[in-house]
């Protein structure tokens, strides 16, 4: 199941440099999860990326103008589509220590 909107009272506190389909690292195309408390916005600056969300199970092609929305600790993992570029914006509604992921994956 995917969501289209972040919810209200969450605030922007960190953002990813922009990733091509060669730099996308690999653990962001792997299963991972935000943790505790942290949403995540997928944009998609040019072409088309694909967005899997793990539990429960749905899939999305994001595109520019469509982000993908990432629930805390959602397991999730995205696919280059082709040549692409993007980032990734984490949102919280408090103060977070250290990376916003459970694991590295940056």
Known sequence: MTISALPA???AYK????F????????LQ???RTKAGVWALI???EGSLR???LEPPGEEILTPG????????????VAAMGPM????????????????HTTQVL
């Open 51 to 53: 967005y899997r969300i």
């Open 66 to 77: 469509t982000p993908g929305v990432v629930r805390p600790e959602q397991p999730h993992e």
């Open 20 to 27: 091509d389909q060669d730099s996308l690292p690999a653990g």
């Open 30 to 32: 792997r299963e991972h």
């Open 9 to 11: 009272g969450v605030t």
């Open 85 to 100: 570029r993007m980032y990734v914006e984490f949102y919280s509604d408090r103060t977070v220590q250290g990376g916003p």
């Open 43 to 45: 944009h998609v600056v």
């Open 15 to 18: 953002r990813t440099p922009v």
